[in-house]
């Protein structure tokens, strides 16, 4: 248990539907991130929030929509999706602290997205 | 752009021996950090160590550490006698140094099988 915490765990959506992902982290941090996983390839980055920020956007399709209310949750809106948007979404969180130390990420348990 | 490479996509390992994972990686920067996380079949993505660059000392984490060779890119870890539990895909992945929320780049991940 990471203190990371991601629902639901699995999702099957056709590619009409609308739903979202949630993650919740518990360990007081100030960034969070969302990052794809797909089969054979390497978790690939999708979205930074930093103090409810959005500092980053990695070229990520508009059918994805993060939304961070607070700095304890993270949403992924997702409408519209493709076949090839299967994969497992992995949230996570770290603590900016500036310029110094490291923001070790700690990661939640994923959720397991198919679309149909 | 930095890239983390892993060239052995599975290994295998017999009980309570000793087993060692390569990772290469490529960048320009002098400071950053490198990380090993491991990722069971539940998927969830659990932080196993970390190494600053700016440190010649190589870390260590019980049955788990690292060889870290600045000048040759190379950031290997070492898992002595391997346990059951220790059967999972593990990433090496990269962060540049300065604080903020820089995005992590993993490798593809090697798969360890862990022979009772």
């Known amino acids: 248990e990471t203190g990371v915490t991601q629902t639901p765990r699995h999702l099957v959506m056709g590619m009409t539907n609308k739903k979202s992902l949630k993650c919740e982290q518990h360990l007081g941090h100030n960034a969070m991130y969302w990052y794809k996983q797909s089969a054979k390839k390497p978790l690939e980055l999708m979205f930074v929030?930093?103090?409810?920020?959005?500092?980053e956007n990695n070229s990520v399709p508009s059918r994805f929509s993060p939304e961070c209310p607070n700095s304890s949750h993270l949403f992924l809106h997702l409408h519209t999706l493709q076949p090839e948007d299967s994969a497992l979404y992995l949230c996570?969180?770290?603590?900016?602290?500036?310029?110094?130390?490291?923001?070790?990420?700690?990661f939640g348990p994923g959720t397991r997205l198919t679309v149909l | 752009a930095q890239t983390v490479t892993q060239s052995q996509p599975e290994m295998s390992v017999q009980e309570a021996e000793t087993v060692t994972l390569s990772c290469t990686y490529d960048?320009?920067?002098?400071?950053?950090?490198l990380f090993w996380y491991k990722q069971p079949p539940s998927r969830q993505m659990i932080l196993v160590i970390r190494?600053?660059?700016?440190?010649?000392q190589n870390a260590t984490e019980n049955r788990f550490s690292v060889n870290f060779q600045k000048a040759a890119k190379s950031f290997s870890l070492k898992i002595s006698d391997s346990q059951l539990g220790d059967a999972a895909m593990y990433f090496c992945a990269y962060r540049r140094s300065g604080g903020g929320s820089e995005k992590l780049v993993f490798g593809k991940g090697t798969k360890l099988t862990v022979n009772p």
């Open positions: 929030y930093s103090l409810e920020e959005r500092v």
């Open positions: 190494q600053e660059a700016y440190k010649q």
């Open positions: 996570a969180s770290s603590q900016v602290k500036g310029w110094v130390g490291i923001d070790t990420q700690y």
């Open positions: 960048t320009s920067e002098s400071d950053y950090y």
